[in-house]
Structures are given as C-alpha cells and as structure tokens.
C-alpha cells in the first residue's frame, strides 16, 4: 500500500502529481513526529508535575532550555519543507509555463456555473471565438459571439474530453459565483473567479475516465457539481475534435444557415 493510498487519495494520472504526493507525504511524516512528541512532552508533564509529587507549587518556572532547542528544531524543519520542497514544486509549475506554449497543448476554457461545468473548446482554428455575458441565452448558455470568424469552429460539451500524454491548458472562470475547479486524480485545482480567467495546465499520463468537481462552497447544489472528464487516445481525440469542429462551422456559418445563426446571436 503506498502513502497516498493510506490518506485515501485516489491514484495519480497527471506528469506532475507525483511530486505533489511527495510533498503530502513528507508533510504527513512530519505532523505524525510532532503528534508524537508533542504526546510524549504531554505525558511527561503529567508526571513530572503531578499534584502528589509537588505539593507546594514553584515559583521558577522551568530552567532547561530544551524547549528553546525543541522549538528550533521545528522552524528547522518546517522551512526546510517550505523552501526544500514547496518553493521549487511551485517554482517549476510556474517556470513551465513557457515551455507548455511551445508544446502545442490543447486548450479548453472551463465556465462554472450553479449548480455544473461546460466546456467550451476552440476548434480546429485553435482559437476561442469571443464571448460576451450579455449574449448568454437558452440556445448559448456561454454567450459565444457567433459574429466572430473566430467562433465559428467553436463548440461546447458537459464532458471534458483531452487526449493522453499531451499538455492541456484550462482556463478556468465563471457565469455565476466563486467556485473552485479540482480534478484531485491530476493532482490539479484553480479557483474559478467571477470576471476572471485563470490558466491552469497538467499532462494526464493514462487513459481514464474520472471525475471533476467543485472544491469550494458556491451554494445548495455544490455537491451536484462533479463532471466527467474522459483522458483517450490522440488519435481518437482528433478525430472527435475534428467532427464536433466540422459540424459546428456548418451550423453556425452564416452561408449555410442565416436564420439558426441570427436565432443563436439573438
Ligand atoms: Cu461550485
């Protein structure tokens, strides 16, 4: 049984999960010394200065320097932890950020709402046509601006669907109120705020199917918003990407149907 299967974690699938899993681990050794030792120190205490053994009380207070050291010691470790291990698991998310961009990872703005996820993907012009909250309606529930060429190729799902081994950038936000996008098997989470789109990026390194949820409190149906989200072959997803893309350039170039778009814009 590993560490994280004793914490009941659920098994990791992203590139970079294993160093977070180190860093709990670590992190839980140290808490379970302190628990002991802060145990051990309480049961001394409660021997050393049990009523019967010191009847008068004493006016010194304690003479040995030894919690002074104990107290050291643990600064010690805790900044080694925050400096050793911490800092650079942070430094080396955020230092890859360039070179995610010349990866060619696959992008998906995620868009929370109460109570649920949608995604909306770029298509195969790889880029996010415009959107607009005062677009949003029953037919366009992210308020995509189908005025922009950019948009044409656009489409949305309810599942996250990602190809394996390659870099995905999400960018995370909302429609309504504050939530939190996690996806605990890619050891990954990004706080979803409103009026704001916050990257967040990870490689998934096996074929699942899993699920997302919502880790912060945004409302009664909170715990309604868990999604899927299926990690496939690179083949498999281009060839999905490709038809969805294809499609959704039908339905919502101008040419082809003037009056469904003007419906959607509408
Ligand atoms: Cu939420």
């Known amino acids: 049984m590993t560490f994280s299967e004793l914490l009941g974690l659920p098994s990791n699938h992203s590139a970079h999960g294993g160093h977070v899993d180190h860093l709990i681990m670590v992190v839980h050794w140290f808490m379970l010394a302190l628990f002991v030792g802060w145990t051990v120190f309480f049961f001394v205490c409660l021997f050393k200065f049990w009523h019967k053994r010191n009847p008068k ?8 320097h030894l919690s002074s050291h104990l107290e050291v010691g643990v600064i010690i470790i805790e900044a080694v932890l925050l400096l050793g291990f911490a800092f650079p698991l942070w430094q080396t998310r955020v230092d890859s950020w ?46 995509i601006d189908y005025t922009d060429p950019n948009a044409l190729d656009d489409y949305t799902d309810s599942t996250l669907r990602l190809p394996v081994n390659r870099p995905a950038v999400l960018n ?52 309604n918003m868990i999604g899927n989200m299926e990690v496939i072959d690179e083949k498999d997803y281009d060839s999905q990407a490709t038809s969805k893309s294809e499609a959704a350039l039908k339905a919502n170039s101008p040419s082809t149907a003037p009056e469904e778009t003007a419906a959607v814009i509408r």
């Open 172 to 223: 995370i936000g909302t429609k309504d109120v504050i939530h939190n996008y996690a996806i605990v098997p890619m050891r990954i989470q990004q706080d979803a705020i409103p009026g704001k789109e916050i990257a967040m990026w990870f490689t998934p390194v096996d074929k699942i199917e899993t699920s997302v949820v919502c880790a912060q409190l945004c409302g009664e149906g909170h715990a």
């Open 98 to 143: 360039e070179r995610v961009q010349e990866m060619d990872p696959v992008r998906v703005r995620v868009v929370g709402w109460q109570f649920g996820w949608t995604y909306h993907y770029p298509g195969l012009d790889g880029k996010f046509g415009r959107t607009d909250a005062a677009l949003i309606s029953g037919t366009n529930d992210l308020g």
């Open 57 to 64: 009380a004493s006016y010194d207070g304690v003479r040995s």
